[in-house]
């Protein structure tokens, strides 16, 4: 599924076909030294990897980490996007490309637009960028993009100290305000240009009762749903609930 594009890229979702790429950018000497050795050393690895890490994550909160490809020719080049990472208090922005691919503007075109994306069409409020201290290119990206550097911390999600890079909407909300922008992304979600970021919509508990014995995680899955639910697009009637993450739609059980 497309997530976004710009210029030269496109970003969407992981799929099992690419388990012999991410297998390679998993064993990357710059990806193992500044985040972290997964222990993926086969194709069937990164199969499992891609299903339990990056598929799921599409589908419990509408975003995740997307593969990113070439317009020009569909090479695939990296992986960028936002995630939850626990320990930290709000969605990390992060994203990776083989050293092959260094030095063309890649990293920062991805990042920009995940920038945007997350602010635009998921409605984030605050984001986080972590970087190993010593790893200055990646910390030069997240600065460039519009994010301010905090120094080295300790975070609840590292082990040892971390680049610390935040961003935060500087423009107060009332929740009616809140609450129609939530509507505005639902709608846009269930008629197709955001269609990716459909269960970012929703509360925890109506994400609970999409993923019940889900076992289809497919792309196709997602625009099934959609279909069924494509009559509340614009439904007044849906309750919006206020969580941790902000403002959620509640989908009633029976829809």
């Given amino acids: ?10 970003l969407r979702w992981f799929r099992q076909s690419d388990a012999a790429f991410v297998r390679g950018l998993l064993n990357e000497p710059a990806w193992i030294e500044h985040i972290y050795d997964a222990q993926v050393r086969t194709d069937e690895q990164a199969a ?3 299903r339990e890490r990056l598929e799921a994550r599409y589908w419990l909160l509408g975003f995740g980490f997307w593969a990113v490809e070439r317009l020009e020719d569909g090479e695939l080049l ?3 996007g936002v995630i939850q990472r626990e320990g930290l208090p709000h969605p990390d922005i992060g994203y990776g490309f083989p050293a092959r691919f260094w030095g063309h503007g890649y990293a920062r075109e991805a990042a920009s637009a995940t920038f945007d994306y997350c602010r635009q069409v998921l409605g ?4 986080m960028g972590t970087t190993a201290p010593e790893n200055h290119p990646s910390g030069r990206v997240l600065v460039a ?3 301010t550097d905090e120094g080295e911390q300790q975070t609840e999600a590292h082990e040892g100290l971390s680049r610390v890079y935040t961003w935060h909407d500087p423009v107060e909300r009332s929740d009616a305000e809140e609450i129609a922008a ?5 709608r846009a979600a269930l008629t197709g240009p955001a269609r990716a970021a459909l269960t970012a919509c929703l509360t925890p508990e109506a994400v609970d009762r999409v993923m019940a014995s889900r076992t289809d995680l497919s792309p196709q899955a997602l625009d099934h749903l959609a279909q069924r639910w494509a009559p ?4 007044p009637t849906l309750r919006a609930v206020r969580t941790p993450a902000g403002w959620r739609l509640d989908v009633p059980a029976d829809r």
Wanted: aromatic share 6%; charged share 30%; proline share 0%.
């Fill in 48 to 50: 499992a990897w891609i």
């Fill in 145 to 147: 993009i519009g994010m």
């Fill in 78 to 80: 990296g992986l960028a």
């Fill in 124 to 127: 984030m409020r605050h984001l």
């Fill in 182 to 186: 939530l509507r505005l992304r639902w």
């Fill in 1 to 10: 599924m497309e997530v976004l594009r710009t210029a030269r890229l496109r």
């Fill in 232 to 235: 509340l697009a614009d439904d």
